[in-house]
């Protein structure tokens, strides 16, 4: 059984910084891409970043040079370092393991997904 478990959320200021991440259990990152997607209240799910196993990295055009995504294979853990935080940026952030080793901006390509966690920017 795979689980994913996000964790390093919370209610930040506009402008600050926040790192988040995602650990697994009963399975390896190694060989699979992985990514990071968001949902607000009343909206559907959108991509976020995404990172091969090789480390390739695709970003949505609105955190693209604010957000990071890397990830250690060791530790089984993928991170995304978001600074210069913005009000738009709230929402529940759920961590993914793709099906292969390629990032994907494509929900329907991931298999294993965490239960979020829940970033809040105040103005």
């Known amino acids: 059984q795979v689980q994913l478990a996000e964790s390093g959320g919370g209610l930040v200021q506009a402008g600050a910084s926040l790192r988040i991440s995602c650990a697994a259990s009963?399975?390896?990152?190694?060989?699979?891409?992985l990514g990071w997607f968001r949902q607000s209240p009343g909206k559907e799910r959108e991509f976020v970043a995404t990172i091969s196993s090789g480390g390739l990295t695709t970003y949505r055009d609105s955190v693209k040079g604010r957000f990071t995504i890397s990830r250690d294979d060791a530790k089984n853990t993928v991170y995304l370092q978001m600074n210069n935080l913005k009000p738009e940026d709230t929402a529940l952030y759920l961590c993914?393991?793709?099906?292969?080793?390629?990032?994907?901006?494509?929900?329907?390509?991931?298999?294993?997904w965490g239960q979020g966690i829940q970033v809040t920017v105040s103005s």
């Open positions: 993914a393991t793709a099906r292969f080793q390629y990032n994907s901006r494509d929900q329907g390509q991931y298999r294993y």
């Open positions: 009963g399975r390896t990152f190694s060989g699979y891409g």
